[in-house]
């Protein structure tokens, strides 16, 4: 890794927030199946009203944030689990951002990916694919490949470095799509935060 490139990658594992429903790779890609063909919005009535709720005070916790200001943050939620991907300006922004949203009351866990920008690249460094370029290929092809549902995968980029993020049926998918990632011209870096549903935790969630 390039010492002058200075880039923190957070992951609230070991810090100390239970996971109370969390059980790893615990759902298969039929029961996943069972509840999107029953109706498109048994996973969205089951979890994603509460996600949006999620994501929106992640948002705020954010935005109200001063010391943020200009830094241009995405912030995401799936099952409860918080996501912030962007870049900052300097390192300790990147502990501050993490520590946001590990506040952020309901959040089962939070992973941040938050890289300081690359500088402007030196004359004679031969061409660079944009990251917007590589986001809508890796979009586009995503959506063709054939026998597995990628309409909620989110893509974001910086700097090369790719970042997947959403819910897919199964490992299968989950693999899949990362090497459909890896080879995309441009791509330095794949972070396969793709979440499979686990069956534990849509039961409860049911029963509310």
């Known amino acids: 890794m390039d010492s002058k490139r200075a880039w923190a990658m957070c992951h609230s594992g070991g810090l100390g927030i239970a996971l109370l429903f969390l059980v790893s790779n615990g759902c298969n890609g039929d029961t996943y199946s069972a509840v999107m063909d029953k109706a498109e919005a048994g996973y969205s ?8 709720m999620y994501r929106r005070r992640l ?12 830094l241009n943050l995405s912030a995401y939620v799936f099952m ?20 946001t949203a590990r506040n952020v009351r309901g959040l089962r866990s939070v992973d941040a990916f938050l890289p300081a920008k690359d500088s402007a690249p030196v ?10 370029s590589i986001k809508s ?18 893509v974001e980029v910086l700097d090369g470095r790719v970042v997947l993020l959403g819910v897919v049926a199964g490992d299968q998918a989950r693999t899949r799509a990362e090497r459909i990632t890896e ?21 409860i969630r049911s029963q509310f």
């Open 137 to 154: 290929e890796i979009e586009s092809t995503l959506l063709r490949a054939q026998g597995v549902e990628y309409s909620h995968v989110h």
């Open 183 to 203: 080879k995309t011209a441009g791509v330095k870096d794949v972070r396969n935060w793709l979440l499979v549903p686990e069956t534990d935790y849509l039961t």
């Open 59 to 70: 948002q705020d916790a954010l935005e109200v944030n001063t010391a943020f200001s200009g």
């Open 80 to 99: 409860d689990k918080g996501y912030v991907v962007g870049h900052v300006e300097r390192p300790e922004q990147a502990k501050d951002i993490f520590q």
């Open 123 to 132: 004359g004679g460094a031969g061409p660079i694919t944009s990251d917007a």
């Open 45 to 52: 009535a089951l979890v994603t009203a509460d996600d949006r």
